[in-house]
């Protein structure tokens, strides 16, 4: 399989500009996450996914970070604006259903925000 | 707020030597989970423990897991160099949703 695929790698952008990250995850997976990466906030949950269904959005930072899924084999979010403290690394994971299943990663967006 | 802390944060040692990492968490659990980060990459899954387990071990790792303390800890039996990364815990609670911890910073020296 080919894993979690996440595109672009790397993006950066000047303030108020609108960024589309993307996220292809691990076919036959259920469950969708969104993370975000920084240094002194750790790893954070940002929105999670069930069969293409938002279910917990409650670590959206703020109305600027949106996030879809429109069909099982793809996932956005969207900052629209985006600002300087938006930058960071966001991860798409993965999880098949069932008790105990692990997350599965993408490598990663780095986003930087000028 | 972070459920699973992670200690030490960060751990230098030398090629061969075992490498121990601890993880405590502060709410009832299903199961927790320790990932590894190498840089500039996503997260790997290395082994999940349930929460009626005590012990795990999976290659040159093992983990164990007490409930009564809240505590893990994940055991790497002669290190490599390409075990240079972070190593994050996760506890998974009632729901979906994985906690993770501020992560270990481990540096294996050939």
């Known amino acids: 399989d080919a894993g979690v695929i996440q595109s672009p790698r790397h993006e950066v952008t000047e303030m108020g500009q609108e960024v589309t990250l993307r996220c292809k995850p691990i076919?036959?997976?259920?469950?969708l996450f969104w993370y975000r990466q920084t240094m002194m906030r750790g790893l954070e949950l940002l929105i999670y996914?069930?069969?293409?269904?938002?279910?917990?959005d409650s670590g959206m930072p703020e109305d600027r970070f949106s996030a879809k899924m429109p069909n099982a084999s793809f996932s956005t979010l969207k900052i629209q604006p985006s600002e300087p403290r938006d930058s960071a690394v966001y991860f798409c994971?993965?999880?098949?259903?069932?008790?105990?299943?692990?997350?599965?990663f993408g490598d990663g967006t780095r986003l930087s925000i000028l | 707020s972070q459920q699973g802390e992670e200690d030490p944060q960060a751990l230098s040692i030398q090629e061969g030597e075992n490498a121990t990492m601890n993880c405590s968490y502060k709410t009832s659990i299903n199961n927790l989970q320790w990932y590894r980060q190498n840089s500039g990459r996503g997260l790997v899954h290395l082994i999940l423990i349930r929460s009626n387990e005590r012990e795990k071990h999976s290659g040159r790792l093992r983990v164990t897991l007490d409930t009564s303390k809240k505590s893990s800890s994940l055991l790497i039996t002669a290190s490599r160099a390409a075990d240079t990364a972070s190593y994050f815990c996760a506890t998974q609670a009632a729901g979906n949703k994985l906690t993770f911890g501020g992560g270990t910073r481990v540096l294996v020296k050939p």
């Open positions: 076919s036959g997976h259920d469950y």
């Open positions: 996914f069930n069969n293409n269904v938002p279910i917990d």
């Open positions: 994971a993965s999880r098949s259903d069932g008790n105990n299943q692990p997350q599965h």
